[in-house]
């Protein structure tokens, strides 16, 4: 069991989502969901929400959270580990931007960032989805091993 409220929810967004679709579909959702996250937050900080902006921006922090804590350094390796570094230097940047006059600009580039793994993500579940498995070989692929 979990000390921390927030890697808990982290941690079961992730397998919540995992297990009702695909992996990779699973990460694309995700991303998705902390990219839109992101944009609430920043919205609201504009509005000075700044109460509803913070739970936004530790909603998106959470996901980005849960999709690191589950890679599978085993299979994934050097791929997981650069992906480990990618979602924490993320969750990092968000929480510095959050609440200074550059929020804008900085959310911009972290939302490009996740916009464009997201599409990398769609592209190898396409990629997976157009190969034709092995016999006995399973779809479900741990995150971070491709």
Known sequence: MMHNPMAYMANQAYRGAATS?????????LLGGAITFLQKALTAQEARRFEEGHEHLMKATAILRGLSHNLDFTKGGAVAERLFQTYNALILASLKAYGRPHARESFRRIIAGLTELREAWESVDTTVRGAKPAPGDSSRKGHGSP
Do not use: E, N, R, T
């Not at 679709?21 to 959702?29: N, R």
């Open 21 to 29: 679709v695909p992996p990779l579909k699973a990460i694309s959702m």
